[in-house]
Nanobody, 113 residues
Framework: QVQLVESGGGLVQPGGSLRLSCAASGFTFSNYDMKWVRQAPGKGPEWVSHITSGGTTRYADSVKGRFTISRDNAKNTLYLQMNSLKPEDTALYYC???????WGQGTQVTVSS
């Protein structure tokens, strides 16, 4: 069956870095555009970044220059490198196929001193 499993979240101080991973299985990962979406407590979902099957990337203005999305099709894995983290980046981070057909369970990122 289709699975997207995020990992790499945790507690980090402001200015720190984390790398999120999303392991995909049960579908042809390399054929799909992928995205990261986050949801902060008490707020709606926020699109963070997108990568096409060919590697073209886009970012929300709030993370541009700090976050980098990438993929390794040989490993069926999506990544999100997050640098210069801010308290407002605190959220549950989800990976998903771009069209929303498949979603992971989320990984918590907390930025706090």
């Amino acid at each position: 069956q289709v699975q997207l499993v995020e990992s790499g979240g945790g507690l980090v101080q402001p200015g720190g870095s984390l790398r999120l991973s999303c392991a995909a299985s049960g579908f042809t990962f390399s054929n799909y555009d992928m995205k990261w979406v986050r949801q902060a407590p008490g707020k709606g979902p926020e699109w963070v970044s997108h990568i096409t099957s060919g590697g073209t990337t886009r970012y929300a203005d709030s993370v541009k220059g700090r976050f980098t999305i990438s993929r390794d099709n040989a490993k069926n894995t999506l990544y999100l490198q997050m640098n210069s983290l801010k308290p407002e980046d605190t959220a549950l981070y989800y990976c998903a196929t771009s069209g929303g057909s498949y979603w992971g369970q989320g990984t918590q990122v907390t930025v706090s001193s």
